[in-house]
């Protein structure tokens, strides 16, 4: 009887240890690229130089996008998505992993957001740097900047620039970084 209460006791052991073990759960392919980001939208010259005057054109201030994998789930390709706080846009685009940069490549229309498909999105000089930015509180934080410009917009030639300038740290979590 005590054999069978051993190996009993052995087998239970044996089950509940392998039922705890972890599984290793993988990243996306576009982890280094992949997160939400707080940005501020200034037109820009032809140079991607700020305008003067046109600082936070729209008066957003700091606006809260996304950059995310594809359902491909490749390196070389991710959305970028400003959840509709600015223009209403969600593009994807080719992504070099290596030096960490993205732009589009189509010139049809690629607007991913319902009601606004008929909309081209051009997204230039894409670059997202580690550590090359700064949060609220002084930390490190990632830095995003890219220059967009859209097919059905009217300002830039009215106004005299070229496109907006995108840039901007990666979110935090922290609310004294909001």
């Not at 732009?103 to 008929?118: F, M, P």
């Amino acid at each position: 009887m005590k054999k069978v209460l051993y190996f009993a006791a052995l087998l239970l052991t044996m089950t509940l240890t392998t039922s705890c073990e972890k599984e290793e759960v993988g990243n996306t392919a576009t982890v280094e690229t992949a997160g939400q980001w707080y940005v501020t939208v200034d037109a820009a010259d032809e140079n991607g130089n700020v305008v003067e005057g046109f600082e936070d054109l729209f008066g957003l201030g700091r606006i809260l996008m996304v950059t995310s994998n594809t359902a491909a789930n490749k390196a070389t390709e991710m959305i970028v998505d400003d959840l509709q706080n600015f223009w209403g846009y969600r593009v994807k685009v080719t992504v070099d992993p290596v030096n960490m940069t993205f732009a589009t490549n189509t010139t049809e229309n690629n607007n991913l957001v319902d009601g606004y498909e008929d909309i081209n999105v051009t997204i230039t000089k894409g670059k997202i740097v580690k550590n090359g930015g700064k949060q609220n509180n002084g930390s490190p934080a990632d830095y995003i900047e890219f220059y967009v410009s859209f097919s059905d917009d009217a300002y830039p030639a009215k106004y005299g620039y070229a496109n907006y300038k995108v840039s901007g740290v990666r979110y935090s979590g922290l609310a004294e970084n909001d």
